[in-house]
């Protein structure tokens, strides 16, 4: 018998071959090496033959140099944290594409001289919300918070309702957060309710301003009461709201969910938002308001800690000025087209497949509990695996034992996709 190791083929040969060096030049050759020698390794182990390495180098490597992967959310959840939370726009996507050379993000090209930096962005979100007089953008929207309570009340107090301090995942808390700036809190009221007389007796010679926080992700029922931000301004002191889910205006869909414009209206001096949640963008956190303590905010020392990139700038200025984005088209799909798409999407899938109604949810921190009425594809649970397994991955939730791909997050676009996934699962054998 002739030993089958003679004729493996020498990592340089394989390195050498035209798609695995075009492989190389895109994914990088050390990643791209240590694949050759592994399948090398199966090869002479004899688990594949040496006319079969490249083929198998090539089904090995990865598709690109990132290692996340793009996932087909099928949840019904618009803003999925462990998803990404919002999905950008394809205009952001280019957008983000284009500044991600060098750019002039803070070049004035007229005069040649240093620019303000990321002015298109902020001239975006200014044009968004007319009501606020300046704004500003960080690297998240706790940034935004920790900057604002740092820059105004630093070695000062601020005054908070019991019931608002959030937990916003992860096992992060904003209180602590804002503590941990030298920022003293002062909770007023109960965790279920709260009056403007709470406030006004706490209010002392140290208090910087009162925060309101939105409880983004959960809800307090039965015997509540909280005070609103038209009523907290009535103190006399800045209000500073932070309002999570970064609606700029009101959402005809999500009645009960604070918007940046309205805040601004009754009263708030400043806004905080994330950029990622309901306002689709990337992420990021937005400053809003009062143009005085805008400016203060911007000045602080600390406000270059949590800059933001222009990557995000350029994805926000699309965001703002472009068509419209992924989480504004998920709102507004509607139940009897949903169940539509479902019912059609069943036909072609036939078997097992059947339509149900569903709630779907925003998701991310925003209106939590809000239901949005949704259908989606019911498969059997035995197929979650293979489909989250696959190119891409769908993922979808599991009720009562059966898989639901809720369509409330899946656009129409997606749908060919969608069905070729679930081919592939059940032609693998997963039910
Ligand atoms: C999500 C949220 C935050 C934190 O924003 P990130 O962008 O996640 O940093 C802060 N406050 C509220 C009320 C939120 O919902």
């Known amino acids: 018998m002739e030993d089958p190791r003679r004729h493996v083929p020498r990592t340089d040969a394989v ?16 990643r791209v090496k240590g694949v050759v020698a592994e399948v090398l390794q199966a090869c002479r182990e004899g688990a594949l033959t040496p006319a079969a390495v490249v083929a198998e180098v090539l089904q090995r490597l990865p598709r690109s140099s990132t290692s996340l992967r793009p996932v087909l959310n099928a949840t019904g959840v618009v803003v999925h944290t462990n998803l990404g939370r919002a999905p950008l726009s394809a205009a952001a996507v280019e957008a983000l594409t284009l ?26 979100l200014r044009c968004a919300v007319p009501d606020a007089e300046d704004v500003h953008v960080v ?33 992060f808390r904003i209180p602590e957060l804002v503590e941990s700036l030298g920022v003293r809190l002062r909770e007023v009221g109960t965790t279920n309710r709260v009056r403007l007389e709470d406030y006004a007796a706490a209010v002392g ?21 909280s005070v609103g931000v038209d009523r907290l301004a009535s103190l006399g002191l ?32 400043l806004v905080t938002a994330s950029g990622d949640k309901l306002l689709g963008g990337p992420q990021c956190g937005l400053v809003l308001g009062r143009g005085d303590l805008v400016h203060a905010v911007r000045r ?24 419209p984005v992924p989480v504004a088209e998920a709102l507004a799909r509607r ?44 498969l059997p ?39 070729e996934a679930v081919r592939r699962a059940r032609a693998g054998g997963g039910g």
Do not use: C, W, Y
């Open 15 to 30: 390195l050498a071959e035209p798609a695995v060096a075009d492989a190389a030049a895109r994914l990088g050759r050390p």
């Open 99 to 124: 500044a991600a050379g060098t750019t002039d993000v803070e070049l004035d090209l007229e005069t040649g001289r240093r620019g303000p930096r990321g002015a298109a962005a902020l001239e975006a």
């Open 139 to 171: 690297n998240n929207g706790a940034a935004a918070v920790a900057l604002v309570a740092r820059a105004l009340a630093a070695d000062r107090e601020v005054l908070v309702a019991r019931g608002e301090l959030v937990e916003i995942g992860d096992g």
């Open 205 to 225: 010679e140290r208090t910087a301003f009162v925060l309101k926080v939105h409880p983004s992700n959960f809800r307090v029922e039965g015997f509540t009461s």
């Open 238 to 269: 800045p209000v500073v709201a932070d309002l999570g889910s970064g609606l700029l205006a009101p959402h005809p869909r999500l009645p009960e969910e604070p918007d940046a414009a309205s805040a601004l209206r009754a009263g708030a001096s």
């Open 300 to 323: 602080h020392p600390m406000a270059r800690a949590v800059r933001v990139d222009k990557l995000t700038l350029a994805a926000l200025e699309a965001t703002l000025a472009g068509p």
């Open 335 to 378: 139940q009897p087209q949903l169940q539509e798409r479902a019912r059609r999407l069943a036909a072609e899938l036939g078997g097992d497949v059947r339509v149900e109604t569903t709630d779907g949810r925003v998701g991310g921190g925003g209106a939590p509990g809000v239901p949005l009425p949704s259908a989606a594809l019911s």
């Open 381 to 419: 649970a035995a197929l979650a695996l293979p489909l989250r397994r696959g190119d891409p991955p769908v993922v979808g939730r599991v009720r009562d034992g059966r898989l639901l791909f809720d369509l409330l997050t899946v656009p129409e676009a997606a749908e060919p996709t969608l069905l």
